[in-house]
């Protein structure tokens, strides 16, 4: 016994959540390929304005404008009047939702990939 408020409550829970996962993809990404090139680190770290450099480097701020670039370039297509009626604060809400699963998600890859490695690195140490 579903109704259409319920169905159109999932249609946007499992958007935020699609939304999140690419947000945190894409910062992932970045991260990966920040740190693997040093000339690259360092140009950002130099030759940018704070403005600029801040959300190129901290991944919260970039998982932030990551889901609002998506947020805003499919609100269109998605019902954003969920919140009181209000389109703009259903937008301001679904943006804030998806970012902070965003930042959740990185973080919780981010410490796997350090976990994985210390326990690379104890597991060659204790073998060689």
Avoid at 98 to 118: C, Y
Wanted: aromatic share 16%; proline share 5%; charged share 10%.
């Amino acid at each position: 016994m579903t109704g259409a408020p319920v169905d159109a409550t999932l249609q946007l829970m499992q958007i935020i959540f699609f939304y999140a996962l690419w947000s945190a993809g894409i910062v992932t990404i970045w991260d990966k390929i920040r740190h693997d090139f040093p000339a690259l680190e360092n140009a950002l770290q130099t030759k940018l304005p704070w403005l600029i450099r801040k959300p190129l480097i901290c991944g919260l701020c970039l998982s932030y404008w990551v889901s609002l670039f998506l947020v805003l370039g499919t609100a269109p297509q998605v019902p954003l009047s969920f919140v009181s009626g209000n389109a703009i604060l259903g937008l301001w809400f679904m943006w804030f939702v998806t970012g902070f699963m965003a930042w959740a998600f990185f973080a919780v890859v981010l410490a796997l990939h350090h976990v994985i490695h210390f326990l690379d690195e104890k597991i060659s140490h204790h073998h060689s």
